[in-house]
């Protein structure tokens, strides 16, 4: 077996598949991607596969917008029917000082190109009849926003790379970087591999590799827990989601109802256990924002991770230390629809040394030794 490659990435879950997918794109195949389990077993294969514009940051608006002009040709270019549907995605806020922030946001969001409105609580109500609007100050709708099936979104970066060339490794975990004057030596669980570019996009683990070259990632990664309904027929087009409510909830192309809540009082670290307090408090939550969920019978419910950056948006580049080593990290819990620009970008980077659609320049790591913004719109 090749032993040798010009581009190592770390991780093939959807951002590592889609940065080796664009480098194969761009011409470059002699790409080797480590995944320690199988394609989509991270985080991607864990979340709720939601594709969001609205953003109180401009990076994230410019990197999601980006994205969707990828997701709407992805199928027609992989080949793989993701199950993509742009529903759109309703922004519900029950906060004062939140409201007034998407006014601002809106604001923002319209000058960089984005199709967004505001919608009272009466509009919301006409538009969307099984909502329950108690509470609801201000609402934003965007309909270009919408959803895919993360696991397919992963299988369709990851086949398509490894039809252009590039050598996918599953069950094969890195244990060690060396660092040479022209070379990195990976050692990993089935043998040594040598390579020139190395791309840490290991998601949860992403500090655990960037310790391995003797960086210091400011990352941290905390559990998030998800569940499902039984099916019911397709009615809910949009995802639902509130900062303030502290929920996101969308409606499969099968007929679950995907959902989930964060926890404030979380602990950073790895933990896949779920909890009986969960399902309740968001069982309650659900059936009175969707009263007709009442009927409705839970049927899954597993973890996942966040992995979390001081500002809530992904690090990007490469290390001003280490020629040669880069990261696409710290996505915050927004990875999966981040990613298809990610993994363009990072290929134009590695390639060509400039990014052509978006500037990811003040998303890397260095930015943290001035003042940033962070970004607020994350449940």
């Known amino acids: 077996m090749k032993n ?8 093939a879950g959807i951002v590592g598949s889609s940065i080796a997918y664009h480098l194969a794109k761009f011409g470059e195949s002699d790409v080797v991607v480590f995944e320690k389990g199988y394609i989509s ?7 709720a596969g939601g594709i969001r514009q609205q953003w109180s940051s401009p990076n994230n608006v410019l990197l999601a917008m980006r994205s969707v002009k990828l997701f709407e040709k992805m199928s027609e270019e992989t080949g793989v029917d993701i199950e993509y549907k742009q ?3 309703l922004v519900l806020s029950y906060d004062e000082n939140e409201a ?18 505001l919608l009272s609580p009466q509009q919301v109500k006409r ?30 970066y990851a086949r398509s790379a490894r039809k252009l060339g590039v050598t996918i490794l599953t069950h094969t975990a890195v244990l060690g970087i060396e660092v040479g004057t022209s070379w990195f030596i990976l050692h990993t669980d089935r043998g040594k591999f040598k390579a020139k570019i190395v791309v840490n996009a290991a998601g949860d683990y992403s500090g655990q590799v960037a310790a391995m070259v003797g960086l210091n990632l400011p990352v941290e990664s905390y559990r998030h827990q998800i569940l499902v309904t039984e099916p019911v027929k397709n009615f ?8 303030s409510g502290n929920f996101y909830v969308r409606q499969t192309k099968h007929g679950q109802f995907i959902m989930g809540q964060g926890d404030k009082d979380e602990r950073a670290g790895l933990n896949y256990n779920v909890t009986f307090k969960f399902e309740k408090d968001l069982a309650l939550k659900m059936c009175r924002l969707l009263p007709f969920m009442r009927k409705l019978r839970i049927v ?4 996942g991770h966040y992995n979390m950056s001081p500002d809530a948006q992904p690090i990007l580049g490469e290390s001003l230390q280490l020629t040669n080593f880069y990261y696409a990290v710290g996505f915050s819990g927004h990875g999966f629809m981040l990613a298809p620009a990610v993994g363009e970008a990072l290929a134009e980077k590695i390639l060509f040394g400039r990014t052509k659609h978006v500037d990811i320049s003040s998303l890397n790591v260095d930015r943290f030794e001035k003042l940033t913004v962070k970004e607020m719109n994350v449940v």
């Not at 040798?4 to 991780?11: D, N, R, T």
């Not at 007034?100 to 409105?117: H, I, P, S, Y």
């Not at 899954?300 to 973890?303: A, G």
């Open 4 to 11: 040798e490659f010009k581009v190592a990435i770390i991780g």
């Open 41 to 47: 077993s991270g985080s991607t294969g864990r979340c």
């Open 87 to 89: 529903g759109g995605y």
């Open 100 to 117: 007034k922030q998407f006014e601002e946001n809106v604001k923002m969001q319209r000058t960089l190109g984005l199709n967004v409105e």
């Open 127 to 156: 538009r969307f009849e099984y909502v329950n609007v108690n509470g609801v100050l201000l609402a934003t709708f965007c309909q270009t926003d919408g959803h895919a099936n993360p696991h397919l979104a992963n299988f369709a």
């Open 236 to 243: 809910v087009d949009p995802m639902l989601i509130s900062f």
């Open 300 to 303: 899954r419910h597993w973890s």
